[in-house]
């Protein structure tokens, strides 16, 4: 990384060196995201990350209010966060030189089994959360499977409809399964805390060891929904299913149809954002229900 000469205004400066109690030395940018990131390094030889309002994907209040739940609230390894607000987050860096792999998936197994033991009595959450830059709306509600239909399928689908890039008959197609979606779908036991965008880059190692989950997306759901992100870019072994499954064994019927229905949310969620490319995989989903 080039170390830039004045990344960052006086008032970012400020907010890091209050926040931190240390002396802003040296700044780099950092690739990547929804934000403006930047690799930070303090007085005491720590290191930081500072990321930056850059546009209405990334709200970074939220974004510091999801990393410091888990951190406060969970076992599940995460970065502290020294500040957050509608301007800038300001989080741990996690010296990291690889993320989630075969070798680290049991590890991430018993992580996430351990989280999904948190539960609450309703589904949703205290605020409104984001996946992606787009917001996830978690009004509470008794049932799952509404939640899901009407909070995350029906919701998401709208937003790429507005987006538009997904077709209009398409939309029909999803609306037509929602009407019967819960033939297929199941109440859980109970709702879990979940991380909710786990993909082989939200987990960062270090020597084969986890480290740190990053950029959550957390609600109360279905344990299942916690791994249909990873489920649709083939980012989890069967070790990895292995392990949770000894832990928490997953309901029947998960890997016979419900993955693929819950992969719908995520699907959408790409076709708001970068348009067409995972619609034949959607009308693939909805044919195989009849819709």
Request: glycine share 6%.
């Amino acid at each position: 990384m080039q170390v830039e000469n004045n990344p960052l205004s006086a008032r970012i400066t400020q907010i890091v060196e209050s926040s931190t109690g240390k002396l802003v030395v040296s700044a780099a940018t950092l690739a990547g995201g929804f934000a403006d990131a930047k690799h930070v390094v303090l007085s005491d030889g720590s290191q930081v990350v500072v990321k930056l309002f850059k546009d209405s994907n990334s709200n970074l209040a939220i974004e510091g209010a999801m990393m410091d739940y888990l951190k406060r609230n969970t076992q599940l390894p995460m970065p502290e966060v020294f500040y957050s607000g509608s301007d800038a987050l300001v989080h741990e860096y996690i010296v990291a030189d690889g993320t989630l792999s075969r070798d680290s998936e049991p590890e991430a197994a018993e992580h996430l089994a351990k989280l999904h033991e948190i539960t609450s009595d309703s589904y949703g959450f205290e605020f409104d959360t984001m996946r992606a830059g787009v917001s996830q709306p978690n009004a509470k509600m008794q049932k799952w499977v509404p939640f899901f239909v009407q909070n995350r399928l029906l919701y998401m689908a709208k937003q790429a409809l507005d987006s538009g890039n997904l077709p209009v008959e398409v939309m029909t197609r999803i609306e037509k399964f929602a009407e019967k979606a819960d033939a297929y779908l199941d109440e859980p036991e109970k709702p879990s805390l979940l991380h909710g965008d786990i993909t082989a880059s939200t987990v960062l190692c270090y020597q084969g060891k986890i480290k740190a989950f990053v950029d959550p997306a957390i609600f109360f759901g279905d344990p299942e929904f916690e791994f249909v992100f990873a489920g649709e870019q083939s980012s989890l072994s069967k070790a990895f299913y292995d392990r949770y499954n000894a832990i928490r064994p997953f309901r029947a019927g998960f890997f016979e149809y419900r993955q693929s229905i819950y992969n719908l949310y995520p699907m959408l969620l790409n076709v708001k954002l970068f348009g067409a490319e995972c619609l034949p995989r959607i009308t693939a989903v909805l044919s195989r229900f009849g819709c």
